[in-house]
């Protein structure tokens, strides 16, 4: 299996900077039951290894108990093709990860529960890093409302940071140039935009989040300062 890599300094950037700020506000929420595992892949179009990695993310995606997100970086950018959907924040992220798990920044590279890293499309891996990581245990949830999203987390025991996505549940590219010039991609769940909410002690929250664009899911994450996903919830797109 081809595995991608860039070697880049993996710099401890924390994820809890944010890229819009939102403001949290105390509250007692009552959330549904604990998140499922969390796969997070970081791909690129320009990738020729990268589209089995985005199909098995699909096909994992439709699992239950698996909330599924693809970061779309851009260093692979300057190699033929611009991703239009890579972002400096998804890079950002991966490195933050690279750092914290004692990795190298590559593609593709899925991350289970911000616990481990292992190749994209290592269906056996994947399953392997899943069953060791064991599924986040902080009640989180997400709902529409006529005033936007509305988040409810329950406590946590120790500081935590979260992070606010909204993803495309699909999409199809043809690609003109680069590695994977003159194909059709298929993608699914591509992060198109992600505020870091900022970090508190753990307690309980409740907070509204703007209403999202139509035909977008969005996806809740909390983190513990090690990164480690302590809690997630998925609003599918409708």
Do not use: K
């Not at 933050?96 to 190298?104: F, G, H, N, P």
């Not at 298929?186 to 935009?193: H, N, S, T, W």
């Not at 209403?211 to 977008?216: E, K, N, T, V």
């Amino acid at each position: 299996m081809q595995r991608r890599s860039f070697l880049v300094a993996a710099a401890t950037a924390g994820l809890a900077r944010t890229v819009r700020a939102a403001v949290a506000s105390p509250a007692v929420p009552s959330p549904r039951v604990p998140s499922p595992a969390v796969l997070e892949l970081f791909t690129s179009e320009g990738c020729s290894s990268c589209p089995p990695a985005d199909a098995l993310l699909g096909r994992l995606a439709g699992e239950p108990g698996v909330i599924a997100l693809a970061w779309h970086v851009d260093y692979w950018n300057g190699l033929g093709w611009h991703d239009p959907f890579s972002s400096p924040l998804a890079t950002q992220r991966q490195r933050s990860y690279a750092a914290q798990l004692r990795d190298e920044v590559y593609t593709p590279a899925l991350v289970v529960n911000g616990t481990r890293m292992v190749v994209g499309s290592d269906a056996p891996a994947i399953r392997a890093a899943i069953g060791a990581a064991g599924n986040p245990g902080i009640p989180v949830s997400l709902r529409r409302t006529e005033d936007g999203v509305v988040a409810e987390t329950g406590p946590a025991g120790r500081p935590v940071i979260a992070l606010f996505a909204t993803y495309d549940p699909q999409r199809n590219t043809a690609v003109g140039a680069g590695e994977n010039g003159g194909r059709q991609l298929m993608e699914y769940r591509i992060v198109r935009d992600a505020t870091a909410l900022g970090a508190w002690d753990g307690a309980a929250r409740q907070f509204t989040l703007p209403s999202l664009a139509p035909r977008r899911g969005a996806v809740l994450l909390l983190q513990s300062v090690d990164l480690r996903v302590i809690g997630a919830a998925d609003l599918p797109a409708t």
